[in-house]
């Protein structure tokens, strides 16, 4: 069986699982056995073991479960409302300073907690009854909110740039770095956004609280301490101090104490409920990782992947037309998977076909996940949608999906701004480690 047709065979056998609902690990695991016994004769099952544990066997993978820990310890706790409250008495006097508060809560929260749906449900269960009383349009009020809640797996500490690094080999502190930039830029671009549409719309912005000073710095020591914690983490990265897995430990402690000192959560069952909901995130990523070697293993066994490459770099594309044709694909891959599945199954393959092409292997990790980003709020799977919706059952999903859009035309423009200066993503990591080796 040459490499074309086993690709396609390939690709085929996978869709058909994922249409009729086997999990992302499932799938992964049942196609790498099939076509590895078909290939290789039943002598193949003698090393599924090995290679299935050998997936798991880097160091690094430890930050994963210890950053959903930290996260999960920030979803649990008031820190979302503290956050939201604080942002929104500082930035009362801004005019549309509501939605810049909602964005920005988003922005922040989701750095701190690495997951999109529980910055939807922890920012949007405030913001979305405070905005559509004040007068904000619904679609842009549940619209803002599905949008910010994608910055978690741009804006670092991120677990998908984490996942990104391991399945490359790239340096996670690089990738880290790679994506505060255009993660700021974006947050800049739906705030824009927002305001435009506010004003066309007809609304007035207006000053309706009034905030002494007293009541905006009491709120600060609620909030600063997390953030600080974000900075510190990201700080010993940067400056070579400790390894993603040491910092993301500390963080993860650090939070749980944050958690137990200012919120009171000191109850078994309230810690209990931080690490449950930890623990099934991280079987479910690391299950979708093991896998995923199988998955290597097999392509790598048929040759596929080297075929493809060789493929491409022999076609003579022009180096904008295969990137362009590349965002197409992962767009459409990121309706229906998960950006830690896409990741998985598809950067192995890509990256060594884009660098041959000229293009920064940690400016396309920002451009791989900005199109993850466009996934979380798109049908079929588009979870930040239906998270939405649950807050706000009222607001058809047609409204909520109409309100994301033009977000989604705001990281499309964040695309093509990369593509046009690259430097936003590149310039930070050069600037403090230095150029890639």
Known sequence: ?????????????????????????????????????????????????????????????????????????VAASPAGKDLYEALDRWLNRVPGGLIISNIGACSIFAALSGSSPATCAAIGKMGIPEMRQRGYPDGLATGAIAAGGTLGILI????????????????????????????????????????????RSGYRFSKVANYTWGERI??????????????????????????????????AAGCILLAIIIYRMWQPSKLWTVLSSSMKESVMILMIIACSALFSQMLSSF???????????????????LMLAINVFLLVAGFFLPPVAVILMTAPI???????????????????????????????????????????????????????????ACMVVGIILLCIFPGIATWLPTFLMGPAI
């Open 1 to 73: 069986m040459g490499p074309e047709i086993a690709g396609l065979l390939i690709g085929l056998t996978i869709f058909a699982l994922l249409v009729i609902g086997v999990p992302v690990a499932f799938t992964l695991a049942i196609t790498a056995i099939l076509f590895l016994v078909l290939g290789k004769g039943l002598l193949a099952i003698s090393t599924l073991a090995e290679n299935f544990f050998g997936g798991l066997a880097e160091f690094t993978l430890l930050s994963i479960p210890m950053f959903i820990v930290m996260g999960a310890a």
């Open 156 to 199: 670092p500490p991120s677990i998908t740039m984490i996942v990104y690094g391991i399945a490359t080999e790239t340096s996670i502190g690089r990738l880290f770095l790679a994506g505060l930039l255009p993660g700021l830029m974006l947050t800049a671009l739906f705030m824009a956004w927002s305001l435009y549409t506010a004003w």
């Open 218 to 251: 009491e709120i600060l020591p609620r909030v600063l301490p997390f953030l600080a914690i974000i900075a510190g983490v990201l700080w010993v990265l940067y400056g070579g101090v400790a390894t993603p897995s040491e910092a993301a430990g500390v963080g």
């Open 303 to 321: 040759y596929i992947t080297q075929t493809a490459a060789e493929a491409i770099a022999g076609a003579g594309l022009n180096k904008w037309v």
């Open 350 to 408: 890509l990256l060594p076909i884009v660098t041959q092409a000229g293009f920064d292997p940690y400016w396309f990790a920002v451009v791989f996940t900005i199109n993850m980003e466009i996934g979380l709020i798109t049908p079929p799977v588009g979870l930040n949608l239906y998270v939405i919706n649950g807050i706000v059952p009222d607001v058809p999903l047609a409204t909520i999906l109409n309100g994301a859009l033009p977000f989604m």
